[in-house]
């Protein structure tokens, strides 16, 4: 089980997915909503407790998480680290490990195009997924972090059985 977490300093998203017999499963989807109006440390204060809740709740094998990339606001880039800080702090705090992954990855292993729009990771997600609607689109981009780890770690293990074959890998 992975949680796929989508950080934001006014909402949050998270997604718990599942494989099972080489199917993925949505357990889970939702928004961590952060009330504007409140300073930001309240805000990282509530996203924190409702991240320890639900990692408590789940106990996923793994944490997969957006890396940074470059805002044209850099008070905007600057809040979104914070919320990166402590989503990466509850994970440690529960012993999760974290993964991280560009936009660009994201999105082509999802869409098979990395420029894809939001929309479009919406509906690859509710398709993925089999879900009955669309997720909220802070939700559908947790999913996909969520399953871009898994489909990572798919071709890993593709790979490292070629090698094994070829002789170049030992285990």
């Known amino acids: 089980m992975v949680i796929g977490i989508d950080p934001g300093s006014r909402a949050t998203g998270y997604g718990i997915v599942e494989e099972i017999g ?35 709740r789940f106990k996923p094998e793994a944490v997969s998480v957006e890396k940074i990339f ?15 800080g402590v ?7 529960i012993g999760i490990p974290v993964h991280e992954y560009s936009p660009l ?15 479009q990771i919406q509906e690859m997600i509710r398709t993925i997924l089999r879900l009955d609607g669309k997720a909220a689109p802070d939700a559908s981009d947790a999913l996909a972090a969520a399953v ?14 070629a090698l094994e074959r070829e002789g170049v890998l030992k285990r």
């Open 22 to 56: 080489g199917r993925l499963y949505c357990r889970e989807a939702g928004v961590i909503r952060l009330e504007s109006g409140s300073p930001l440390e309240a805000r990282l204060v509530t996203l924190y407790d409702e991240l320890i809740e639900i990692l408590t």
């Open 105 to 119: 990855e994201i999105k082509q292993s999802v869409t098979g195009y990395g420029r894809s729009e939001k929309f």
């Open 87 to 93: 989503i990466l702090l509850a994970a440690a705090k």
């Open 148 to 161: 871009c780890h898994i489909m990572s770690g798919r071709t890993k293990a593709v790979y490292d059985r």
């Open 70 to 84: 470059t805002a044209k606001n850099s008070l905007s880039a600057l809040k979104l680290g914070h919320a990166r």
